[in-house]
């Protein structure tokens, strides 16, 4: 607020020369408009001598600031009316507007008692001689505040002015001037105003342009880049200046993947998170999202307009979603299909063991046996290699040899790794068992003998050489390719799951690029060697061959391996009674049939309510059942049998096919667990041990 009382000033006699002060006042160029608002009411007080000037300005929501203001004297007049902004803007019309008592009076009754009226009449008793003039100030016919002139009781100055012939209607006039005077100042203001405003949003536009994440691009009519946003250099790998003024569809790994996105352009006005490859600089693929606006005249695109954002990361996270998901269904096909497959191996492997075993036949005759039995333990290796890889059973360790489970491994692949025209080196060095997984072991060394044959496929010269020997009182296994190599920016990522530079994964058209990858091999591998306690080392360079190093630690083994015939005799068991139950007819024959020829007394059943019938007749000394079985689960049989009241408790030993049998919680129920297909021979020592617990083994 700005208080001005200034006597020096001509006399309001002279009313030419106070036009003149009050017109100069008008022109006056004074930027900080309440500076000039003050200094023209000054002016206007000093030339009508009211006793208060103030100017109400009108703000956006309609009420009323004093703005600027005058007084006669300094200091505030106990008798002087405080206008509240809510009562002047009742007086702030379009037209001068003298109020009095008179009137204050008239709106309190058209109001039905306002308050703030009230209040005001109630002082206005006091002093009814007091007058109050509005004068509004116009922008053409916008109302943007109002001149208040206060006039006293008893101020004879203002009513000498009036009677020279000075008109207090000529406010009126000034504050039309007025009006336009602050118009043109707010204009020039607002000008000086919008272009700040603008250089701002072009600076904060141009920082969001530059900072962009996404890339930001615009199309002519013929695909040609117009604009582009500095993220494109990261995104393609090219300067800014190479980008503009090149054709968009050069950025599109084939003729397939540049007609399925003009297709997409002509058929639509707008894309909404459409997916495509595209190729940056090195070669390199990726996928994309594409959001765009596109223009059209007469059906003709004459600008596309749009963001890409590179979605590599995300489409990769799908697609390991989708393979986990796969491989989960795939271990739970697994489970059932190894358990079926496990009973039908069982009867194949038991009775090619009962022909080898049988007496009498022919040489070449125990030749076909003997060929039947090598298949079904192969058999039973490779479906325990599924179970693995699918991640569904747990690794089992026992006594074995690592030069033993790489020769093995080698018969398996050698004759698809000969095919390809790869020369198979090996240097096998005998070393000292160890307590491993053997199965799970010869998964690794497969994993491994497979990608080195993929790594060979374009090569002329194609070799792979595989040694076994001891290091640092360590046994290790140690494959070697003159392959692709791994390139260096892959090597932290080859044990990673899912990681694969396989198939469509492959960067550029190596050899990995014809065949087919899961990411899963190496990962596997690595999580099976460090349950091992082990170590997996690659060293590679990229298009000069790989080198895989697994190392086993030598762990103290309890028992040699028995080196005896292949069939030993066992103890007479013809005073032991057996209880078979299982669901497989072949099975329940096979096991008849065999212990029956060693002089067991054999009872079967095939489920377990028949066998529990059987229980409650007959005293039994030992039961084989399975746990998967239809009408009652080999679990809940167990349990039954725990219920039923003996002198002496028959016991069970479990032979089953299903891979998380240790899930079952009947280890305290039972004597044993034999997984299927089991050797004949080991089953038999199994029943002789438990014969022992029972007496009956004579």
Same mark, same amino acid.
């Given at each position: 607020? &700005? ?6 000033? @001509? ?16 022109? #006056? ?29 009108? #703000? ?17 007049? /106990? !008798? ?15 037209? $001068? ?27 206005? %008793? ?24 206060? =006039?006293?009781?008893? *101020? ?19 504050? /039309? ?16 105003? $919008?272009?700040? &405003? ?81 190729? %940056? ?7 994309? !999202? ?13 600008? =596309? ?37 496990? *009973? ?24 076909? $046996? ?11 290796? +490779?479906? !325990? ?74 090569? /002329?010269?194609?070799?792979?050489? +595989? ?85 086993? @630690? ?25 209880? =078979? ?38 005293? $039994? ?6 746990? #998967? ?5 080999? &679990?809940?049989?167990?349990? /039954? ?30 004597? %044993? ?26």
């Amino acid at each position: 607020m &700005s208080y001005i009382n200034d006597n020096s000033f @001509p006399d309001s006699s002279n009313r030419a020369e106070i036009h003149y002060s009050i017109w100069k006042a008008l022109h #006056q160029e004074i930027e900080d408009e309440q500076i000039y608002l003050s200094n023209f009411l000054r002016v206007l007080g000093k030339s009508f001598k009211p006793d208060r000037i103030i100017f109400w300005q009108l #703000q956006d929501d309609f009420s009323m600031d004093n703005f600027a203001e005058w007084r006669k004297e300094e200091g505030k007049s /106990k !008798s002087w009316i405080t206008m509240p902004s809510k009562i002047v803007r009742k007086f702030a019309d379009n037209q $001068f507007l003298k109020v009095d008592f008179e009137l204050i009076n008239k709106m309190l009754n058209e109001t039905n008692g306002y308050e703030p009226l009230k209040e005001i009449r109630d002082r206005w %008793k006091k002093n009814q001689g007091r007058v109050l003039y509005f004068s509004p100030v116009l922008y053409g016919f916008r109302n943007i505040g109002t001149i208040m002139i206060q =006039v006293e009781e008893g *101020n004879t100055e203002f009513v000498n002015c009036q009677s020279s012939g000075l008109e207090l209607s000529c406010v009126e006039n000034y504050t /039309k001037i007025l009006g336009m005077r602050l118009l043109n100042k707010r204009r020039k203001t607002d000008q000086l105003d $919008f272009e700040d &405003s603008i250089f701002d949003k072009q600076e904060n536009y141009q920082n969001i342009f530059a900072n962009l994440h996404d890339t930001y691009f615009r199309l002519d009519g013929e695909f040609i880049l117009a604009l582009i946003s500095p993220s494109a250099e990261t995104l393609f790998g090219h300067q800014l200046n190479i980008l503009l003024k090149r054709s968009f569809l050069s950025f599109f790994p084939s003729d397939k993947v540049k007609n399925k996105f003009v297709e997409e352009i002509n058929r639509k006005n707008q894309l909404n998170e459409f997916e495509i490859k595209m190729e %940056k600089n090195d070669g390199k693929k990726m996928y994309v !999202s594409i959001n765009a606006n596109i223009t059209k005249e007469k059906g003709k695109i004459v600008k =596309v307009e749009g963001i890409i954002r590179d979605i590599t990361r995300r489409k990769m996270l799908e697609e390991q979603l989708i393979r986990a998901e796969r491989m989960a269904a795939v271990g739970t096909l697994a489970g059932g299909v190894a358990h079926e497959f496990n *009973n039908i191996n069982l009867a194949i492997l038991g009775y090619a063991e009962l022909g080898i075993y049988k007496k009498g036949d022919d040489k070449e005759t125990a030749t076909y $046996f003997e060929t039947i039995r090598r298949s079904a333990l192969r058999a039973k290796n +490779i479906t !325990s290699n599924l179970l693995t890889f699918s991640k569904t059973k747990k690794g089992r360790p026992g006594v074995g040899n690592i030069t033993g489970v790489v020769k093995d491994t080698v018969k398996m692949i050698s004759h698809e790794i000969n095919s390809q025209g790869i020369d198979l080196m090996t240097i096998f060095k005998e070393v000292p068992d160890t307590i491993m997984d053997s199965n799970q072991i010869g998964q690794v060394i497969l994993n491994m003998l497979i990608n080195a044959q993929h790594a060979l496929i374009d090569n /002329k010269e194609k070799i792979i050489k +595989i040694e076994t020997g001891v290091e640092d009182d360590q046994c290790f296994f140690r494959i070697t390719d003159n392959g692709i190599g791994i390139p260096a920016d892959n090597m932290k990522q080859v044990f990673s799951p899912f990681f694969t530079t396989k198939g469509e994964h492959s960067e550029s058209k190596t050899a990995f690029s014809k065949v087919k990858g899961t990411g899963l091999g190496l990962s596997v591998s690595h999580t099976i060697i460090s349950n091992h306690k082990g170590t997996i080392d690659v060293d590679s360079k990229d298009e000069e061959g790989t080198v895989f190093t697994v190392k086993l @630690p030598l762990l103290p083994v309890e028992e040699k391996r028995m080196k005896s015939s292949q069939f030993q005799v066992v103890s007479d068991l013809s005073n032991l009674s057996v209880l =078979v139950v299982d669901d497989e007819m072949d099975l329940l024959s096979l096991m008849e049939n065999y212990l029956v020829s060693f002089g067991c007394k054999v009872t079967v059943a095939t489920n377990g309510y028949k066998a529990l019938e059987k229980l409650k007749k007959e005293r $039994f000394d030992l039961i084989l059942v399975d746990l #998967q079985m239809p009408i009652m689960s080999g &679990s809940r049989f167990i349990k /039954k049998v725990s219920e039923i009241e003996k002198e002496v408790e028959p016991v069970i030993i479990v032979m089953t096919g299903k891979i998380d049998a240790d899930n079952e919680n009947i280890h305290d129920k039972v004597y %044993k667990i034999v997984s299927k297909p089991f050797k004949l021979q080991h089953m038999l020592k199994i029943i002789e041990e438990a014969a022992m617990k029972t007496g009956k083994n004579t």
